[in-house]
C-alpha cells in the first residue's frame, strides 16, 4: 500500500487512531482510515466490527473520544453533522434520508435553501423556489442523472432508486469534497442498485473521492478502488480488488487470514 | 387531472402526470395526498349547502357573522395547534395558556392599572413563557408532547386560579384596547370584528412562512421525519423549540381575541378549546403523524365545526346531538387520513 500512496499523493482524508467508547462497548479501538482524491474507497466489515461508528466519526454524527481527523491535512473537530458537511464531506445513508412530503429541488436544497435577493431573502427570509428548482435541474443533469424528470414532484412519489438519487445527488451537488454513503443500496432492488453503482462511477470519473461501505461483496469488487477491511474496532487491512479475491476479504474480516497490514 | 384539482397552483401540473393513475379511487387519493385541504373544502362547502337549504336565516348575513366570530377564537388556538402538530406532537394546554394570558392581560391592567399596551406585551409575555416551558421538556427533556401538554394543562389551569381568585374581570371594566377585538364592522352587509380579522391575519402570514421560508420547510422536514431532516442538517430540536415559542405567542393573541369576543376576561371561559383545536386541526386534513397539512386546512376545519354547530342548532337539533356529529366528523377524517397514507407507504 506504501507504493500506492505515494502515488497517489496525500490523503484527503485521514483519520488516525480513532477511539469511541459507548459506556462498556468499544466501538472504536484505534480505527484509522486515509481516502485519496478521486478514488471509491469503500469500508467492509462484519456487525459490530465498528464500520457505521468509523463513518459517523467521519461525518459529524459522532464525536470520538480520542485520536485525530484530517481534511486536506488540516485537523478537523466534528461536533455535529452540520461540521462535516460545512467542511464538504457529504453523507448518503441506508435510509433514504429526505423529506417525503417536500419536492426533488426542496430536498437538494434542505438545510442550506438559497434566499431571494434583496430585502425579501434578507429580512423577510423567503426562499427563492425559483432558483432553487432551476440550479436542482442543472445540478442533476452535470451528475448525469436522467431517473429524475421533474424536480417539483414530492419526493414521496418517487421509488426507491429514485429517492437515493435524489439523496447522491444532494450528497454530491454544490461542490463537495468527499461523498460518503452508507450502505446506499441496501434498501433498493437489484435494477435501482444498480443506478446507484452507475451515480458512484460517475461520481469518481467527476473527480469526486467516495467512501462507499457495503456488505456487498460483488458491488464492492466491482465498483472500488481499494477495500479498507474493518474489524474489531480497527483496520484489520487495505487491499485492492486488483490483487485480493472476495474470499481473501472475507477471510480477513473474519479474522480467518491477516491482511497486509498498513 | 389538472381540472380536478381546485387548489391554486398550476405549477404541479406536470408533476400530477407523473403519479400513477391506475384506478379512479387512486386517483382520488393521490388528489387528497397531494392537496390534504381538498376533503374540508368539499365538507364545507356541502354542510353550508345542507344548512342553507334546511333553514333560510342560516345564510342571513348577521348569522354567517356570528359564526366567524364563533370560529375566531377557536380558529386562532387550532392555528397554534397546527403547528404543534405538523411536528407529530400534540398540545393539550393551549385553552389553558390562552385563559392564563387572558387573566394576565385584563388583571395588569384593570386591577394593577397598568397602560393596555403593557398589559398585552405581559399576556404575550405569558405565552412565549408558556411556550417556552412546553419546548423545554420537549426538546431537552424528550418528554412526549402528550405529556409534557397534558402536565402543563393542569399547572397552567391551577395557576390561573390562584392568580385571578376565580374572579371575572369585566369588559366594562377594561381600556378600550383589550375589547377592541369585539369591535365589529360592515363588509357587505356583514358584520366582522377585529378579532376575526386578527385571525385571518395569523393565518396569512403563518401560510406565507410555512411555504415561502426555509424554517417552514424544516417544519415539514422535522414532523415527516425528523431522522432524516437531522441527517439532511436541520437542527431538529431548534425547529420544535421555536414551533412551541410560536405557538405561544399565537395563543396569546388568541387571549386577546378572546378577550373581545366575551367582553370579559374569566377563568371559566375557553379551557375545554384545546379539544376542539384539535378537532379542527384533525378535520381539516392535518395528520397527526406529523408532516403533512396545511393552515388553511385547519381554517376550513374550524369553519366546518362551527359551521355543524351552528347549522344544526338553527335546524333545532339537540345541542349533544351536535357534538355527536363533531365526533362522527372526527373519526371520519382520521380513516380518511389513514386510507391516504396506506396508499403511499
Known sequence: MSTDSASRGEPILQASSLVKTFGRVVGLDGASLELYPGEVLAVIGDNGAGKSTLIKCL????????????????RVHFKRPQDAR??????????????PALDVAANLFLGR??????????????????RMRRQAREELSNLGIKTLQDVTVPVENLSGGQRQAVAVARAAAFGSKVVVLDEPTAALGVRESRQVLEMIAGLRDRGVPVILISHDMPQVFEVADRIHVQRLGRRAATISPRTHSMTDAVAIMTGAAQGSAS | MSQQTNAPASEHDLAEEFLDRSTP?????????????????????????????LNDRFLEPSNLSLVSQQVAVVGTLALAQT???????ID?????????????????TVQNGLPAPVGIGLGLAVGLG????????VTRLKLPPFIVTLGSLNIFLALTLLYSGGATVRGGDMPGLLTLTGETFTIGGVNFTVGVVMMLVLYIALAMILQGTAWGRHVYAAGDDPEAARLAGISVQRVLASIYLTAGAILAVAAWIQIGRSNAASPNIGIDLNLDSITAVVIGGTSLFGGRGTVWGTLLGALIVGVFRNGLSLAGVDVLWQTFAVGVLIIVAVSVDQWIRKGRK
Do not use: C
Request: aromatic share 4%; charged share 15%.
Open chain 2, 83 to 89: 403547528l404543534i402538530i405538523l411536528t407529530a406532537g
Open chain 1, 113 to 130: 435553501e438559497l434566499r431571494k435577493p434583496g430585502p425579501l431573502g434578507t429580512v423577510l427570509r423567503a426562499v427563492d423556489k425559483k
Open chain 2, 25 to 53: 379511487l387512486s386517483a382520488i387519493r393521490n388528489l387528497l395526498h397531494r392537496y390534504p385541504a381538498v376533503s374540508p373544502a368539499i365538507v364545507l362547502i356541502a354542510a353550508v349547502a345542507v344548512f342553507g337549504g
Open chain 1, 86 to 99: 460545512a467542511h464538504g464531506i457529504e453523507t448518503v445513508y441506508q435510509t433514504l434520508a429526505v423529506a
Open chain 2, 130 to 137: 408558556a411556550g417556552a416551558f412546553n419546548g423545554f421538556l
Open chain 2, 92 to 108: 393539550l394546554s393551549v385553552g389553558a395558556v390562552m385563559v392564563l394570558s387572558s387573566m394576565v392581560i385584563a388583571q395588569a
Open chain 1, 59 to 74: 461525518t459529524g454524527a459522532e464525536v470520538p473520544d480520542e485520536g485525530e481527523i484530517r481534511l486536506e491535512g488540516r
